[in-house]
């Protein structure tokens, strides 16, 4: 039943795929669901989250966003929500990249509950960077 919810869901707004893994070629498309909103940093000693260290948000099919800047749509939305993402940068893999070293790929997610969009990498730093 849920997943042919997705389906039906996957069908109205156009994606390409439903949500099992991240897309994989520029432009493509798949539906997920939002498994945690988080602040970009968490105490190390509490485990408590760190207001206004920025936004991150992880899903469903493995993917995960991240900002330094406090993002609005991000802090709106709720585990479970629906959510569309699409592949829209993947760096230059070259000789400073560690093989593995996924780092700095770029998604814009739109959120199907509030209809809100935002586009963040899924890393604080580029493949190769700190």
Same mark, same amino acid.
Request: aromatic share 6%; with cysteine.
């Given at each position: 039943? +849920?997943? #042919?919810?997705?389906?039906? #869901? $996957?069908? $109205?707004?156009? /994606?390409?795929?439903?949500?099992?893994? #991240?897309?994989?070629?520029?432009?493509? *498309?798949? /539906? /997920?669901?939002?498994?945690?909103?988080?602040?970009?940093?968490?105490?190390?000693? /509490?485990? +408590?989250?760190?207001?206004g260290?920025?936004?991150?948000?992880?899903?469903?099919?493995?993917g !995960?966003?991240?900002?330094?800047?406090?993002?609005?749509?991000?802090?709106?939305?709720?585990?479970g929500?629906?959510?569309?993402? *699409?592949?829209?940068?993947?760096?230059?893999r070259?000789?400073? *990249? $560690?093989?593995?070293?996924?780092?700095?790929? +770029? !998604?814009?997610?739109?959120?199907?509950?509030?209809?809100?969009?935002?586009?963040?990498?899924?890393?604080?730093?580029?493949?190769?960077? $700190?």
């Amino acid at each position: 039943m +849920i997943r #042919l919810s997705l389906t039906v #869901l $996957a069908l $109205a707004f156009g /994606t390409s795929a439903i949500a099992d893994t #991240l897309p994989t070629r520029v432009g493509e *498309c798949v /539906t /997920t669901t939002v498994k945690q909103v988080e602040t970009r940093l968490v105490d190390g000693n /509490t485990n +408590i989250p760190v207001p206004g260290s920025g936004s991150a948000v992880e899903f469903a099919n493995g993917g !995960y966003q991240v900002s330094y800047d406090q993002v609005q749509a991000v802090d709106r939305s709720r585990p479970g929500d629906p959510a569309k993402m *699409c592949l829209v940068f993947v760096p230059k893999r070259d000789k400073d *990249c $560690a093989p593995g070293d996924d780092r700095g790929v +770029i !998604y814009k997610t739109t959120n199907l509950r509030t209809h809100e969009s935002w586009t963040l990498p899924n890393s604080e730093h580029p493949c190769g960077g $700190a």
